[in-house]
């Protein structure tokens, strides 16, 4: 079978560091390769592939798995992660928790950590970022000296917007430089997203995005948000709010406002019913909830109105739904929603369906956060790679 290339490589000496990326992430992609095999993929030659895995097998980040026979000749050495070779750490901050995530160079989370928050402004949450940090070392000593970075996945919009009363429900961050604190605090490379790209992001190392170039990502928070992925990286917009797509306006509402997790709790304590968390509300759907099947039917029309916006503007592979809701909600919105006839995505033949269910669950964007930095460890962006 021929090789798709993931990214072009280049054998010029500046771009040593591009490469070594490259080849990172031709092998995750792989499973297992060998140095020809990545030459080729990579439009690289053979002696640079061998000196680039000799560094990154010296470095730790790549193994040996054995030999593959093809053909004639001594069999070729094939290559692959080490997952101890590197590791992530994921933050996610709510108003009322601080979540975390360590997750190794394949992308499997090793220890997690939630700490309820009583006060969450910047001083006590950074003192307590830098506690758990401080007890997953502990609790993983290999990692103390192969951290490759911190996502950090905070409510967004980002700085102050035109979006009138929808900034940030952190007390005091919304004029800070909240990646130089946490940088400062923990001693790390850091990447600020908000949740929804997060768990773009997190789809594409080790989801439903895996393999696919430019998806968009509809998430529930608890509002609706939007991840952009294009060419295998984030569409972050000029200051980091693109994708704010819960406040456009349909019919005389935002979309999150028939369409999140707010939307829907606020649907069932206005029948009396306790909507919280996604224990309740799943135990809700399968007792057939009259209430609950009501909003469920608003939001499929709801999420037809999304579809039309994010498949005309963006022309994405495929639309991901996915977030902070149970397994059965979102099945049942993607089975539910009559999608859009007017759409560039209208058509035959597609190599994806256009709507599919993702992750899901409380963890969703602070693993995402973590995959962040996975994935500018170990991918170029198309854009450079020439």
Same mark, same amino acid.
């Given at each position: ?31 297992? $390769?060998g ?11 053979? !002696?640079?592939?061998?000196n680039?895995i000799a ?9 040996e ?12 050495? !094939?290559?692959?992660?080490n997952?101890?070779?590197?590791y ?5 901050v709510?108003?009322?928790a601080?979540f975390a995530?360590?997750?190794?160079? &394949?992308? !499997? ?7 309820a ?7 006590a ?7 758990i940090?401080?007890? $997953?070392?502990? &609790? ?7 951290? +490759?970075? =911190?996502?950090? =996945?905070?409510?967004?919009p ?10 940030t ?18 001693d790390l490379?850091?990447v ?7 768990? /773009?992001?997190a ?6 995005? !895996?393999g *696919?170039?430019?998806?968009a990502?509809?998430?529930f928070?608890a509002?609706?948000? +939007? ?9 972050r ?8 797509i819960?406040? *456009? ?8 406002d028939g369409l999140?997790?707010?939307?829907v709790q606020r649907h $069932?304590a ?5 909507a919280?968390?996604i ?12 209430d ?7 939001a499929?029309?709801?999420l ?5 916006i994010?498949e ?10 996915g ?9 049942? +919105?993607?089975q539910?929603?009559?999608l ?9 033949d ?11 669950g409380? $963890?969703?964007a ?5 995959a962040?930095?996975?994935?500018n ?5 198309? /854009?450079?790679?020439h």
């Open positions: 079978m021929a090789i798709q290339p993931l990214q072009q490589g280049s054998n010029a000496e500046r771009s040593r560091h591009r490469n070594r990326k490259a080849v990172l992430g031709q092998v995750r992609a792989a499973g297992t $390769m140095r020809a095999e990545i030459a080729r993929a990579l439009a690289l030659t053979t !002696q640079t592939v061998s680039i560094e990154l097998s010296e470095d730790g980040m790549l193994l798995k054995g030999r593959l026979s093809a053909g004639r000749g001594l069999p070729a050495i !094939q290559y692959g992660l997952p101890e070779g590197g992530a750490l994921g933050i996610e709510r108003p009322d601080v995530a360590l997750l190794d160079l &394949q992308g !499997q989370a090793v220890v997690t950590e939630r700490v928050l009583d006060d969450n402004t910047p001083a949450v950074l003192g307590l970022t830098q506690a940090y401080g007890r $997953m070392l502990a &609790q993983v000593p290999a990692a103390t000296n192969r951290m +490759l970075g =911190v996502g950090i =996945v905070m409510p967004g980002f700085g102050v917007t035109g979006i009138a009363g929808m900034g429900d952190l007390t005091g961050w919304q004029e800070v430089d909240a990646a130089a604190l946490f940088e400062d605090a923990l490379p850091v600020l997203s908000n949740d929804a790209n997060a768990a /773009a992001m789809e594409r190392i080790s989801g439903v995005g !895996q *696919i170039a430019s998806f990502y509809l998430y928070g509002g609706l948000g +939007l991840g952009l992925v294009h060419g295998g990286q984030l569409v917009g000029a200051f980091g709010n693109a994708g704010e819960g406040h *456009i306006p349909v019919n005389g509402a935002k979309l999150e999140s997790r707010l939307s $069932m206005a029948a009396g019913k306790d919280r968390d224990d309740a509300l799943e135990a809700l759907f399968q007792s057939g909830d009259a609950l099947m009501a909003w469920l039917s608003g499929c029309e709801t037809g109105h999304a579809m039309t994010v005309n503007m963006f022309d994405p592979q495929t639309v991901i739904l977030g902070a809701m149970p397994d059965v909600i979102l099945d049942y +919105l993607v539910n929603t009559a859009p006839v007017v759409s560039v995505s209208n058509k035959a597609l190599p994806h369906d256009r709507l599919v269910r993702g992750a899901s409380r $963890m969703t602070t693993l995402g956060a973590a962040l930095i996975l994935n460890a170990l991918s170029t962006p198309l /854009a450079q790679a």
